[in-house]
């Protein structure tokens, strides 16, 4: 069993309230009618806690969104600020056991699985393999556990982001004739998998951007410096006869409320996902290091969204 989409997969999301909660139902009508027109947008939560998330791929985009909500639709909204996706995986293989016996009144309750987590490929997603021999763990408590490993999946470990490209492999276990249930079982599973993933060199991940810059050659030096200043790399140049096109990776956190470089249109398109270096930076996902939210990417709430009744620029 596998999963390659555990939440929403778009890579920034915004928060969005109306000032008049007799409003949600409009707000949400007209959530509904513009998503068609923006084919990365899409509502990733029904006013949890009083606001709508809304999650794209694209600042403008949602951007956009909000100024048609309030423009078109006269709805008064209030814009929380910009969140950039991030995301977790593990770098190595590990094992944990998972326990959960409880006794409640006269009943019991007993479910017990040892799992092994191991790195998947990237953009694979969550795998589930039952290496389970000689029903030590019968058939039907099977998909409790992947069902508890899957919830625990979407907690994640580091900073509560969504863990994606892992397999997870329940090779053993134990039940009780009369106290074991798919609830036990459930909480086994969480328990045990939480436990393999922390020692399973867990990292944090962020979405990085393919970004294509014009730039007139006597202004190489200062896009350079640019590019350096938000944690980016440059990738390859092409030469032509005043100007150098500069291809180049930046992390996604970096481009919130840039629409020009040094006065330099670009382009960009989503790359990869990239390992957050703590303190600040990312690389290319190599070795495993433990990770912690970053210091770095502050994920900056960014101009468009400073006031939601503007024209975007």
Same mark, same amino acid.
């Given at each position: 069993?596998?999963?390659?989409?555990?939440?929403?997969?778009?890579?920034?999301?915004?928060?969005?309230?109306?000032?008049?909660?007799?409003?949600?139902?409009?707000?949400?009508?007209?959530?509904?009618?513009?998503?068609?027109?923006?084919?990365?947008?899409?509502?990733?939560?029904?006013?949890?806690?009083?606001? &709508?998330?809304?999650?794209? !791929?694209?600042?403008?985009?949602?951007?956009?969104?909000?100024?048609?909500?309030?423009?078109?639709?006269?709805?008064?909204?209030?814009?929380?600020?910009?969140?950039?996706?991030?995301?977790? @995986?593990?770098?190595?293989?590990?094992?944990?056991?998972?326990?959960? /016996?409880?006794?409640?009144?006269?009943?019991?309750?007993?479910?017990?699985?040892?799992?092994?987590?191991?790195?998947?490929?990237?953009?694979?997603?969550?795998?589930?393999?039952?290496?389970?021999?000689?029903?030590?763990?019968?058939?039907?408590?099977? #998909?409790?556990?992947?069902?508890?490993?899957?919830?625990?999946?979407?907690?994640?470990?580091?900073?509560?982001?969504?863990?994606?490209?892992?397999?997870?492999?329940?090779? #053993?276990?134990?039940?009780?004739?009369? !106290?074991?249930?798919?609830?036990?079982?459930?909480?086994?599973?969480?328990?045990?998998?939480?436990?393999?993933?922390?020692?399973?060199?867990?990292?944090?991940?962020?979405?990085?951007?393919?970004?294509?810059?014009?730039?007139?050659?006597?202004?190489?030096?200062?896009?350079? #410096?640019?590019?350096?200043?938000?944690?980016?790399? /440059?990738?390859?140049?092409?030469?032509?006869?005043?100007?150098?096109? &500069?291809?180049? @990776?930046?992390?996604?956190?970096?481009?919130?409320?840039?629409?020009?470089?040094?006065?330099?249109?670009?382009?960009?398109?989503?790359?990869?996902?990239?390992?957050?270096?703590?303190?600040?930076?990312? !690389?290319?996902?190599?070795?495993?290091? @433990?990770?912690?939210?970053?210091?770095?990417?502050?994920?900056?709430?960014?101009?468009?969204?400073?006031?939601?009744?503007?024209?975007?620029?």
């Amino acid at each position: 069993m596998s999963d390659p989409e555990p939440r929403s997969r778009r890579l920034l999301s915004v928060a969005i309230a109306p000032k008049d909660k007799s409003d949600c139902e409009n707000l949400l009508r007209a959530l509904n009618s513009l998503l068609p027109e923006h084919w990365t947008a899409e509502i990733q939560s029904d006013f949890d806690g009083g606001k &709508v998330l809304l999650s794209g !791929d694209y600042e403008l985009e949602l951007q956009t969104i909000c100024h048609r909500i309030s423009h078109e639709y006269k709805i008064r909204i209030d814009v929380g600020e910009v969140k950039v996706a991030f995301r977790e @995986t593990i770098r190595k293989a590990a094992e944990a056991e998972g326990k959960y /016996i409880r006794q409640v009144g006269g009943s019991g309750n007993y479910g017990h699985c040892m799992l092994r987590v191991e790195p998947n490929e990237p953009n694979k997603g969550y795998e589930f393999i039952n290496d389970i021999h000689g029903g030590v763990v019968p058939k039907k408590y099977i #998909d409790s556990i992947d069902r508890g490993v899957r919830e625990a999946l979407e907690l994640g470990i580091l900073a509560g982001f969504p863990i994606v490209d892992l397999k997870v492999t329940l090779f #053993d276990g134990s039940y009780h004739e009369v !106290d074991s249930n798919e609830m036990a079982f459930t909480f086994a599973g969480s328990i045990a998998f939480k436990e393999a993933a922390r020692k399973a060199s867990p990292v944090l991940l962020e979405p990085v951007m393919a970004v294509e810059i014009t730039v007139p050659k006597e202004q190489m030096g200062a896009i350079a #410096d640019e590019i350096s200043s938000r944690r980016g790399r /440059i990738e390859g140049m092409e030469h032509h006869l005043v100007s150098v096109v &500069v291809e180049a @990776t930046i992390p996604l956190a970096e481009l919130l409320g840039v629409r020009r470089l040094r006065g330099c249109v670009y382009s960009n398109t989503f790359a990869r996902y990239e390992k957050v270096i703590p303190g600040g930076g990312s !690389d290319g996902g190599g070795a495993g290091i @433990t990770a912690q939210k970053p210091d770095g990417p502050k994920g900056k709430s960014g101009s468009a969204f400073a006031k939601s009744d503007e024209e975007p620029e």
